[in-house]
């Protein structure tokens, strides 16, 4: 039991950490780089440093309104 | 209520420090119009962070747990025994 916690757990500290240096990367040390870099096959062009952040904020926000609001219908239901 | 006006008042100052930044141009622009976006992503990434670390240093305590056990049975048996229903085994 606390096996699978524990590699839980290192899963989403891994997780974080690379969405956090591969974010870092992206936003803060491409620019400096030139154009010709190889390293600029390993990113996506920079559009997309906004769109997938933004699109996500937006899609959790989506989820945890119909969530709400599915959790509000069942109780009201229960209660008629 | 302050809480609330708390919260309120750090946002308006960051907001205010941003704006500041954009105005002076102290950073070059692109990176200005970026910066909220980007410590938006990195408190996500540190939340998630403290989570796994949180997970990973979970303490079980076994031998307590064992000890409960013990207490769970002998409860059980003592309410048993003065006729009181103690669920399903």
Do not use: N
């Amino acid at each position: 039991m606390e096996v699978a916690d524990r590699a839980i757990g290192l899963l989403l500290s891994v997780i974080s950490l690379s969405i956090f240096t591969y974010y870092t990367f992206w936003v803060i040390i491409l620019p400096f780089v030139d154009s010709e870099h190889f390293v600029h096959k390993y990113f996506l062009p920079q559009e997309y440093a906004i769109l997938i952040p933004v699109y996500a904020g937006v899609v959790l926000i989506c989820f945890l309104s119909v969530f709400i609001g599915y959790v509000m219908l069942k109780s009201k239901k229960k209660k008629a | 209520m302050k809480h609330i006006i708390k919260i309120m008042a750090l946002l308006v100052a960051l907001s205010a420090f941003w704006i500041s930044l954009l105005q002076t141009s102290v950073l070059p622009e692109s990176y200005t119009w970026l910066l909220p976006l980007y410590f938006v992503v990195s408190l996500g990434s540190y939340g998630l962070l403290m989570v796994g670390v949180g997970l990973m240093r979970f303490p079980t305590c076994p031998q307590e747990a064992f000890l409960l056990q013990e207490d769970i049975v002998e409860a059980k048996g003592f309410l048993k025994g003065k006729g009181v229903d103690v669920g399903s085994d």
